[in-house]
């Protein structure tokens, strides 16, 4: 194929025009990869060294431009707020995020003992409240009314059965009925909490109520002293049910759209918990004598010699109250433990045979706290060793150090300069330490107070 000169001259300029084209779309794409790099939070190792250095100078002075102490005050980037909440996160994400593997296997270490330890006082409580409801006692109105001392050797049904076989009777049903939940999940318990939340409210009224009733009819025979220095252990297990408040924070907080005052909605939240607590316990502390009060309170409402207690169906309800609602929780915390358990053991790149997914850990999770309560019934013993070590670290520790490690994170990323709209008001470093020093110093003296007292 013969071609004319003129236009063959025609042809190397549009081909040179095209490889100029080329060449400027080719430097385009490789300026777009290198500000399309610079906006990722974390440098890919494999990667291949294709850019050249001055492309990386460059790339690197934007990821630093980035990075810089004020992004979020730039009018530009002013939509974009680090701070907002739009995510839930638990403290099991807090800590595979702030601490190093020591650290991570302390917080589940704790979360685990914690959890074994609500498990023990559920198993317990629960047919210990249906033992005292169902073992008849013969109790003569007399004035002054006649003491009567309850044993585990007491009789309950006749004289073949006593208050601590009967206690292990219903234990026995409770771990049969509600254990085997553990091998399954549990879903959609939404309509389920809320009638637990329900009964809740319902009895924690009728209490404070009838408490009042027989306070205000000069029936209070409640004189508490200002200070019981060896009930301290159990304050601090008592501290941690507290605590648990705080647990529905994250789902409760997350789907608020406007958080602008969301600092104020939960200074009220708390107030609201404080205050009915308050109300709770020293109505309680001035009703009945304080040598008398039992470590589940809803049995101190099932007085026949008392008009004001002496209701049958309201003394059943308060009676069984403990019955329904750690029920319906024993099966979710059994499951939570179990899963703590899985992510504890859990080795990268390995995945558990059926056996020990399905078999082991349910039986790990459930045999222990079984075999605690078989072996005891004193709930306030569960409690003060339970919220005294696992609840120290859990209410105390783990917090303090998780926002120490955000707020050095939060330093070397953005900046000193980076502004949180929802910060503390106890965002002062001083706290952080003062919760760490308060935390030691109530493990060391809880435990110096358990050894005197046994000794």
């Not at 939509?79 to 296997?105: C, H, P």
């Not at 647990?247 to 907080?253: A, E, I, Q, Y």
């Amino acid at each position: 194929l013969h071609i004319h000169k003129e236009q063959r001259k025609s042809w190397e300029r549009t081909m040179s025009g095209c490889r100029t084209r080329i060449r400027k779309q080719h430097n385009l794409l490789i300026l777009l990869s290198s500000l399309f790099f610079s906006l990722s939070w974390k440098d890919d190792a494999h990667s291949e060294d294709v850019i050249e250095d001055e492309e990386e100078n460059q790339a690197e002075e934007e990821r630093k431009a980035l990075l810089a102490p004020n992004p979020i005050n730039d009018p530009k980037r002013r939509r974009v707020d680090l701070y907002d909440i739009t995510e839930r996160v638990e403290m099991g994400q807090m800590a595979s995020m702030f601490f190093n593997k020591v650290g991570w296997y302390l917080f589940y270490l704790c979360i685990v003992i914690y959890l074994y330890g609500d498990l023990a006082i559920y198993a317990a409580a629960v047919p210990k409240s249906l033992r005292d409801i169902t073992c008849p006692v013969n109790i003569t109105c007399t004035k002054p009314p006649k003491q009567i001392n309850l044993t585990n050797s007491s009789p309950c049904w006749g004289t073949a059965v006593n208050r601590q076989n009967a206690y292990r009777v219903y234990l026995a049903g409770f771990s049969l009925l509600l254990g085997p939940f553990v091998f399954f999940n549990v879903q959609k318990t939404k309509y389920l909490q809320l009638l637990t939340s329900l009964m809740r409210w319902i009895a924690f009224t009728i209490m404070i109520i009838l408490a009042m009733t027989r306070i205000t009819h000069g029936k209070g025979e409640g004189h508490p002293v200002m200070e019981h220095i060896t009930s301290v252990p159990n304050l601090f297990g008592v501290c941690v049910y507290s605590f648990m408040c705080q647990h529905s924070l994250p789902s409760l907080v997350t789907p608020i759209k406007n958080k602008r005052h969301l600092s104020l909605l939960v200074f009220f939240d708390f107030f609201v918990i404080l205050l009915f607590y308050l109300v709770l316990s020293f109505t309680g502390i001035f009703c009945f004598k304080n040598k008398d009060i039992k470590d589940i309170y809803t049995l101190n409402f099932m007085d026949k010699c008392d008009p004001i207690t002496s209701a049958k169906e309201i003394g059943y309800f308060l009676g069984l109250f403990p019955v329904f609602t750690l029920s319906t929780n024993f099966p979710i915390i059994a499951i939570t433990l179990r899963n703590n358990l899985k992510t504890l053991f859990h080795r990268e790149g390995y995945t558990y045979p059926w056996v020990i997914d399905r078999i082991f850990f349910p039986l790990l999770t459930i045999l222990p706290p079984i075999a605690v309560a078989f072996g005891t019934d004193d709930l306030e013993f569960l409690v003060g060793v339970t919220g005294s070590y696992a609840g120290a670290g859990i209410q105390y520790l783990v917090p303090a150090f998780l926002v120490y490690s955000a707020r050095k994170e939060q330093r070397i990323l953005f900046g000193p300069g980076s502004i949180n709209k929802h910060t503390s008001p106890f965002r002062h470093s001083f706290w952080v330490y003062f919760v760490l020093l308060w935390g030691t110093l109530a493990i060391i003296f809880v435990t110096v107070n358990h050894i005197l007292t046994k000794s």
